[in-house]
């Protein structure tokens, strides 16, 4: 089935050829980042290595044809935690076990709490005004943290709970400072020029998975009551958040070292994401059967865009064109064509570890996006 557009240029994200973020790190940066931790370089010989890898990055990015760039998570170890201990009362702590992946186990960090939480002086906005310096008329800068709801689900972990209730015994107060904290830091980032912000978000992934209601021992509506609360936090931290801020929202499956963590269709939390989340648009998986079918987006408002994540991040091996096309003619029975976008399923290096790819391979898929968006929407 052919697939017809008529819909103008896109101006601001997402735009029909996108990514959702985070690139393979550089074996030039892994050394630094390696002899840093080691003790063998000095914070500012790091960064010096960091901001030349990413001024590469970024030329390599607008070669590509991508109209909205990122700093490739350069300066991170985690596409969430570093962010997490960016913020004031949260600390780096160690876990008895890493996050549990198909057939992997991460290593066992996590972010803990050591006071209350505020969003002051946050170390990713001197990250933003760097790539910033690099956005053009036709190049947008994003930025890239974890959602509220994936801060608040890290704080609730096992390892996690006893100290969260000893500062926060009240759920509610922990949910209004997690907010405070992510609309102080938005309106910091805000300042420094940014109108391009994604809210990653396993939390979706996780209530979409049948295993998460049979480990938590929680019914339909349980999971339901959870997702409540997620979207609560969420809309709460944006609620404030300038007009012409574009706040989109990647709901996740879990990325790491070219494994999964979660399966499921979007039904279960359908109405509550798709209707009631105050984003502009949903970067979301379709890169495998474990996402399901693309019914469940019925549920979207008319007005939001969807980014179709059609394209594994996790291998090398490149889609078949016309297979892609079918699949963006079948999205359509449900969604505007004019409301479509399409990138890959999530970033290529979640975690410094990176998927199990070459970087050519990687900007091969790229290129391979970007041909079938412009055969669609020209």
């Known amino acids: 089935m052919a697939v017809e557009s008529k819909a103008g240029k ?31 370089l ?23 044809g991508l109209q909205a760039i ?47 939480i505020s969003g002051d002086n946050h170390p990713f906005v001197e990250d933003f005004t760097f790539i910033q310096q690099f956005a053009t008329d036709d190049v947008v800068a994003r930025h890239t943290v974890p959602a509220p ?3 608040l689900a890290e704080l609730q972990r096992p390892d996690n709970i006893k100290r969260t209730l000893e500062i926060y015994p009240d759920t509610e107060d922990l949910v209004q400072d997690i907010a405070k904290a992510y609309q102080t830091f938005i309106a910091d980032l805000y300042e420094a020029g940014c109108r391009s912000l994604q809210l990653d978000d396993c939390t979706w992934g996780m209530l979409c998975d049948p295993n998460f209601g049979k480990t938590m021992r929680a019914d339909q509506a349980e999971v339901k009551e959870v997702g409540e609360l997620f979207l609560r936090v969420n809309n709460l931290a944006i609620e404030n958040a300038p007009e012409d801020l574009i706040v989109t929202t990647h709901v996740c499956r879990g990325n790491y070292h070219s494994t999964w963590a979660s399966s499921g269709g979007y039904d279960p939390i359908a109405e509550i994401l798709f209707k009631k989340e105050n984003v502009s648009a949903y970067y979301l998986e ?12 019925a549920h979207l408002s008319k007005e939001k865009l969807v980014v179709l994540g059609l394209f594994s991040s996790k291998t090398g091996e490149l889609e078949d064109k016309e297979t892609i096309k079918a ?8 969604v ?21 790819l070459t970087e050519e391979q990687q900007w091969n898929k790229l290129r391979l996006i970007k041909e079938v968006a412009d055969e669609i929407w020209g």
């Not at 700093?71 to 009362?89: A, I, Q, T, V």
């Not at 949260?90 to 290593?107: A, C, I, M, P, S």
């Not at 990138?343 to 990176?354: I, K, L, R, V």
């Open 149 to 151: 709801a994936q801060f």
């Open 42 to 64: 000095s914070a500012s010989d790091l960064k010096k290595v960091e901001d030349e890898c990413i001024i590469d990055l970024i030329e390599k990015q607008k070669n590509v």
């Open 286 to 297: 379709f890169d495998t059967e474990r996402a399901g079918d693309f019914s469940p987006l």
């Open 10 to 40: 896109r101006t601001v994200t997402p735009f029909r050829f996108d990514n959702v973020g985070s690139f393979l790190r550089p074996e030039k940066l892994l050394k630094a980042r390696a002899s840093f931790a080691e003790g063998n």
């Open 70 to 116: 990122t700093d490739g998570e350069f300066r991170r170890s985690w596409w969430h935690l570093d962010f997490m201990w960016g913020l004031n009362g949260v600390q780096k702590d160690t876990v008895e076990r890493g996050y549990v992946f198909h057939g992997e186990e991460t290593r066992p960090e996590t972010a803990n709490l050591i006071g209350k």
């Open 336 to 356: 505007d064509i004019n409301n479509l976008c399409i990138s890959p399923q999530c970033g290529f290096a979640s975690t410094e570890e990176g998927n199990i």
């Open 327 to 334: 699949r963006i003619a079948e999205a359509t029975k449900y």
